[in-house]
């Protein structure tokens, strides 16, 4: 059955965004740079987006007024899709998602155009569905705002998890799950969209896919780049990485390629996104900061590890695009 609005959930999500810290609007006119490319690898808002608490799954509108993303709880057990708009000019504090706060909700990512959202979450599909898998969800832009989500249904939704979307021009979606016939523990699928419908998702080809784990997929607009992480190869440096192949002459997917110029780190790096209007590329990671000295912690410095942005939980970085896809 749909939470309440005030549910038990809805409320801890509301204190998370609470414990961000905040402003009311009249004090938050924060520079966030998204109009401009990266001269380097660097953390993307500290203080405002990237923060001391856990976030991944950047998404911005195609028009650069808006930016979504993924705060969870420590433990992810309790986690919402946050949005901060751009109106006259300024940045207005961050918010709950209007279509996100009762359920688990995650992974945010723009159709082409700006009109509808995509996102993963384990909300029920109607009232009398008890299942707590994660599903491929939308909302639609309306003159008031996002509409009421709704279920892309199958093919593509199974009982078992789908995460991660990613759509291309032409409707195609790219998603990660775990099903039977996949070449690893989790693989990345793609599902075509042909004469106004889903076709049955397909496990990317081993340019991709392998016996170990891949996930959380960006693909370009026009099919010509896919950027995914990956767990357990022989070059990952500890806790899975960012990889990325481009189409060949023929069409099909050449070998992917590990991402270097200090994007990966031997944390988990995931999550990848390209911001198309500005040329960054942006990821998720748990790197933490490398602690000053080698004395013993005095608790005014155990403090300070454990409050500090770069804390070992989620935070959001980005890089220009040509850094990031440096072929040399």
Not at 61 to 83: C, K, M, W
Not at 107 to 136: C, H, M, Q, W
Not at 298 to 312: F, H, P, Q
Request: glycine fraction near 8%.
């Amino acid at each position: 059955m749909q939470f309440p609005r005030f549910s038990p959930f809805f409320l801890a999500v509301l204190g998370l965004v609470a414990a961000c810290g905040i402003s009311p609007a009249e004090q938050f006119s924060p520079e966030i740079p998204i109009s401009s490319a990266a001269d380097s690898l660097e953390l993307f808002a500290p203080g405002i987006i990237s923060t001391s608490r856990n976030e991944r799954d950047l998404a911005i509108s195609p028009d650069g007024l808006e930016i979504y993303y993924t705060l969870s709880s420590p433990d992810n057990l309790v986690r919402a899709i946050v949005q901060i708009v751009q109106e006259n000019g300024q940045w207005q504090p961050p918010q709950v998602a209007s279509f996100s706060g009762s359920h688990g909700d995650i992974e945010p990512f723009f159709a082409p155009g700006g009109k509808r959202l995509y996102f993963s979450s384990n909300r029920p599909v109607n009232e009398t569905d008890g299942s707590v898998d994660y599903d491929i969800w939308y909302v639609d832009r309306t003159e008031t705002g996002w509409g009421a989500p709704q279920n892309l249904g199958p093919p593509v939704n199974t009982p078992e998890d789908e995460f991660y979307p990613s759509v291309a021009a032409n409707g195609n979606i790219y998603f990660t799950a775990a099903y039977e016939n996949s070449k690893g523990t989790e693989d990345i699928y793609l599902s075509v969209f042909q004469d106004g419908q889903y076709l049955d998702p397909v496990s990317l080809d081993t340019a991709i896919n392998t016996k170990k784990y891949e996930f959380n997929a960006y693909v370009s607009p026009a099919e010509d780049l896919i950027v995914f992480s990956s767990y357990g190869r022989p070059d990952d440096l500890g806790g899975g990485d960012l990889y990325y192949s481009e189409k060949g002459d023929n069409g099909q997917w050449m070998p992917a390629r590990h991402m270097e110029n200090g994007i990966n780190s031997p944390k988990l790096d995931y999550c990848p996104f390209v911001d198309d209007k500005s040329r960054n590329f942006y990821f998720s990671s748990s790197r933490r900061a490398p602690r000053s000295g080698e004395s013993a912690l005095v608790m005014e410095d155990l403090i300070r590890e454990c409050e500090g942005i770069e804390n070992g939980l989620g935070n959001i970085y980005r890089v220009g695009f040509a850094d990031a896809f440096d072929k040399n």
